[in-house]
């Protein structure tokens, strides 16, 4: 199993970026799709998540900037990010997970913005 996280990097305030992490070894479908993040100092918290019936769930501080999408046919969950301000700054991680299988994570990707 791999997940493979990418698109991260530095971006101005109010700026955007997409992520993106491609899994293999599992049947995407199945599997309900995160991404989370870790700013230094700060525990790992829940950014975005995607059932596998598409339902969506958002943390408060990134609703109505930030959505996250699957796209089943290329095993990959995206991560829209508008509107980026510092607070954002973090390493970026996916989540996969289904019933009795998993959590497989990616490796993390780091988003900085900043001026």
């Known amino acids: 199993v791999q997940l493979q996280a990418s698109g991260g990097g530095l971006v101005q305030p109010g700026g955007s970026l997409r992520l993106s992490c491609v899994a293999s070894?599992?049947?995407?479908?199945?599997?309900?799709m995160g991404w989370y993040r870790q700013a230094p100092g700060k525990q790992r918290g829940t950014v975005a998540t995607?059932?596998?019936?598409?339902?969506?769930n958002y943390a408060d501080s990134v609703k109505g900037r930030f959505t996250i999408t699957r796209d089943n046919a290329k095993n990959t969950v995206y991560l829209q990010m508008n509107s980026l301000n510092p607070e954002d700054t973090a390493v970026y991680y996916c989540?996969?997970?289904?019933?009795?299988?998993?959590?497989?994570w990616g490796q993390g990707t780091l988003v900085t913005v900043s001026s």
């Open positions: 995607v059932a596998s019936d598409g339902s969506t």
């Open positions: 070894g599992i049947s995407f479908s199945m599997y309900s």
């Open positions: 989540k996969g997970s289904a019933y009795r299988l998993g959590p497989y």
